[in-house]
């Protein structure tokens, strides 16, 4: 039977022990409670740090510091510190400084730049920290970070891993008791990752839960997963957005046109996408880092793109997420997560207008929550910067895919699947609001008529749409020769 390090929290606590499975033996003989709930747990989110100062209301993005504490620091109730003996003792204690040794750069920053990768949470190192008590001290830029860690022998092999407190004496301690665990250089030294990216969750604000998945803030320790799971990267979005929310230097909600994500060319026969790493599956790899969400009523997403030339447009809003069974961590029964339905997804498309300046092209909400909303064969007759705006439709963090694609535009504006003079009057009576000169030289090549400086068009249609059409191609002339 496998052995499983059973993780409890208790009053900010890791403990781990060594258990049968006791997931497994939990959804065999407990019952599903009928309730739906959104997953994750969380205790609450940073309100202020020293790095981002105020952070504003839930969702939005924010910067965080950590730093690690000299040897020698006091954490009440255990001892001092030894966390930097510790690691040189059991990795690579070659060099002077901390960030030129090679379990600093290898093993403990990307636990928390990991955090970084999949959320609008952006962690920067603070080099400085001037020993001071252990949980006791707010960060401060130059003196010590706004989470710390630091080690101490706590019970040794077999019990407890680490403990973080709560925001925002929010201090990490890893028991310095246990070198066999973290030192097993199996998956990269996963058991030391894991466990630190574990309490950096708890340093977040996300609590423990239990599942009927794998994902890393539940509190039995799991060795076949790597890191930040889906239902882990829900709740960091939910409570700091997603990465797009900020850039290199921090905080930068892309929530207007004006700071909008940009997305890259799209060319005929191309497509742009984001979010695609999320799907049907709760399981995350190191690797993927593409999740982008809605965190909730306050949260628009923008991004941006360039058309260089006039195509048709396809938009497709999707939103993503499997159903899994979780609660609380202890005793209760387990809740329903339909993680792909908890918000109703809808878009609009802005663009260039004939006359300058961006306005509202069109706007997709017809489909049901959980289910995609599309925009197919739009024309874009002008090219330019083309904007997609996703909203949602409740407080509860919605992961989606976006993807957009431009096809070549054809003559069939009023897209009744044939090219003729219907579509010349579409293409008229839309120039001051949609088409362009353009898209008559579109209609003339499939229909085979005559140039544009041509004051005779043969349109074989019944005698008014003729009559119409030669009338309305010599008011397009006249528009043309004053512009």
Known sequence: MSIYRNLVILDGLLWRTRSAVLLLACVGIGSFAASETFAFVSNGRWAFTAGGGATGLVGAPTTLTWSLVPDG?????????????????????????????SWFADLIKPTFDRWTEISGMTFRYEENDDGATFGNFNGQVGVRGDVRVGGVFLDGPGGTDAQAGFIPNADITIDTGDPSFFSDPANDFRNLRNTLMHEIGHSLGLAHLDSTADFLLEPTYNSSIDGVQLDDI????????????????????????????????????????????AGASTIVTA???????????????????????????????????PNYFEKPSGPGAFSLTRSSQLSDLQF????????????????????????PESLFDFPLTLPGEYSVKVLGSTNIVQLYQLSVSLSELDADFDSDGDTDGGDFLFWQRGLDVLFAEKDLEVWQTAYGAAPVSSAVITVPEPLAVDLAAFMLLGLGILRKAQS
């Open 287 to 321: 690797e993927q880092s593409d999740f982008v969400s809605v965190a909730n009523l306050n949260d628009v997403d923008y991004y941006t793109f360039d058309v260089e030339t006039v195509g048709k447009i396809d938009v497709l809003l999707t939103p993503t997420g």
């Open 234 to 277: 829900r709740g960091v979005q939910q409570l700091y957005g997603d990465r797009y929310e900020r850039d290199e230097i921090g905080p930068r909600p892309n929530n207007s046109l004006d700071s909008a994500t940009f997305l890259g060319q799209l060319s005929v026969g191309e497509s742009l996408s984001v979010g695609m790493d």
């Open 73 to 101: 620091t006091v954490i009440p109730g255990s001892g001092t510190s030894d966390l930097l003996a510790f690691l040189d003792a059991n990795f690579d204690g070659d060099g002077g400084d901390i960030q030129s040794k």
């Open 348 to 371: 609009e498309l802005y663009g260039p207008q004939v006359g300058g300046g961006t306005g509202l092209l069109t706007t997709a909400d017809a489909a049901s929550i959980g289910l």
